[in-house]
C-alpha cells in the first residue's frame, strides 16, 4: 500500500469521501481498522457527533493526487 506524504483523502480506499482510507493511509494502518475506531469513537461520544467531524474532514482535506503517494 502506498504511503500519502501529507494528510490527504485517500483516491485508493474510499467508501464515501475518503477521509478514513487517507487517514489510513497517512498513518500506515489498514482502513477498516480506522473506520472501526472512528464509529466506536463517534458512538461513545456525546460531545460532538461523528457525522459533523467528517463532513468538517471532508470539507478540509484536500483530496490526493498522484504526487501526493511516495
Keep these: 500500500m502506498a504511503k500519502l506524504a501529507k494528510l490527504h483523502r485517500s483516491r485508493n480506499n474510499r467508501m464515501i469521501a475518503g477521509v478514513m ?3 489510513a ?3 500506515g494502518w ?6 472501526v475506531l472512528f464509529v466506536l469513537v ?9 457525522i459533523l467531524i467528517y463532513i468538517i474532514l471532508w470539507i478540509v ?7 501526493s503517494y511516495q
Design 30 to 35: 489498514s482502513p477498516m481498522w480506522v473506520r
Design 21 to 23: 482510507g487517507g487517514i
Design 42 to 50: 463517534s458512538s461513545l461520544s456525546a460531545a460532538v457527533p461523528g
Design 25 to 27: 493511509e497517512y498513518l
Design 61 to 67: 482535506m484536500p483530496k490526493a493526487t498522484s504526487q
